[in-house]
């Protein structure tokens, strides 16, 4: 049997942290609830879709918005 996705996406999350604009890598669904990479951007999309494939080890990657998060404070 293959790697999950957040065993895909724990492989490249350090690397993919360090390129501008990515708040975050994690395994999880697509819209269609199938497993998928998601990588939270506060950029636009355009901005990285050369940087990031759009398919990796068989998984969609998914970009998410995440320009309106705030952090949480106690």
């Not at 501008?20 to 199938?34: D, M, R």
């Not at 990657?61 to 705030?70: C, G, I, M, P, Y």
Request: hydrophobic share 45%.
């Amino acid at each position: 049997m293959g790697r999950s996705a957040e065993e895909v996406a724990a492989e490249h999350a350090d690397a993919w942290m360090r390129i501008p604009g990515v708040v975050g890598v994690y395994g999880g669904e697509n819209e269609s609830l199938e497993p998928a990479i998601i990588v939270m951007i506060a950029v636009p999309e355009q901005v990285l879709r050369g940087t990031i494939p759009s398919i990796l080890e068989g998984f969609p990657v998914v970009f998410e918005d995440a320009t309106d998060l705030r952090p949480m404070c106690d």
